[in-house]
């Protein structure tokens, strides 16, 4: 148990459907970060958040959309997804995303399969 | 940012040491050596990391030598259970950008 959940474990979903992914953190930190591991590749940064505010966008295409209601929170909205977008998505938290000696606790991971 | 160099992979018998590599010949003076694993189909989980001393908490020792170029992560009683990919990764420097290269895949035989 590494204090960050993530929900739901595993997706299905359509390239025209919308769908959420929903990541909680019960560690009282104040930094948040989406990654994607995609099969046999390293995972690769897709978002951070620091005390809520959008620090870091790595070039993600626009059909991902992250939203952090509050330091706890945070999601991640899907729509019109490619099948190459089908990955393992990990949400993870830190207690301040500018200090490099503190380190990020992942949760388990959705495993998103596109069809 | 510090690229790491690990070995692909490494066998370790149950129940014996195991020491795992790794060269950080460009890590920057405020970069920490930070260590995690990742067991099939989880998440990475935090090991330990440090900065220029050794460390050791309950899971592992890090080692890390005095010019700071390389580290050695133990585990010092392999179980079955510590089979899984280990990342050594330099962080903190300019970027904050926690960075996973491919790891070393090591293998616990009973």
């Known amino acids: 148990e590494t204090g960050v959940t993530q929900t739901p474990r595993h997706l299905v979903m359509g390239m025209t459907n919308k769908k959420s992914l929903k990541c909680e953190q019960h560690?009282?930190?104040?930094?948040m970060y989406w990654y994607k591991q995609s099969a046999k590749k390293p995972l690769e940064l897709m978002f951070v958040y620091n005390f809520k505010e959008q620090t870091e966008n790595n070039s993600v295409p626009s059909r991902f959309s992250p939203e952090c209601p509050n330091s706890s929170h945070l999601f991640l909205h899907l729509h019109t997804l490619q099948p190459e977008d089908s990955a393992l998505y990990l949400c993870?938290?830190?207690?301040?995303?500018?200090?490099?000696?503190?380190?990020?606790?992942f949760g388990d991971g959705t495993r998103l399969s596109i069809l | 940012d510090a690229k790491t160099t690990q070995p692909t992979s490494m066998d370790c018998a149950e129940g014996r040491a195991a020491n795992l590599p790794c060269n950080h010949s460009?890590?920057?003076?405020?970069?920490?050596v930070y260590w995690y694993r990742q067991i099939h189909s989880q998440g990475p989980q935090y090991i330990i990391h440090?900065?220029?001393n050794n460390e050791t908490n309950e899971m592992a020792s890090l080692i890390i030598t005095e010019d700071r170029k390389s580290s050695t992560l133990i585990l010092p009683h392999a179980t079955l259970r510590d089979t899984a990919v280990y990342y050594c990764i330099a962080y903190g420097g300019a970027t904050n950008k926690l960075i996973f290269g491919t790891g070393t895949l090591l293998a616990v035989q009973p």
């Open positions: 440090g900065l220029k």
């Open positions: 460009t890590i920057s003076g405020n970069e920490y």
């Open positions: 560690l009282g930190h104040n930094a």
């Open positions: 993870a938290s830190s207690q301040d995303w500018a200090r490099g000696n503190q380190p990020q606790h």
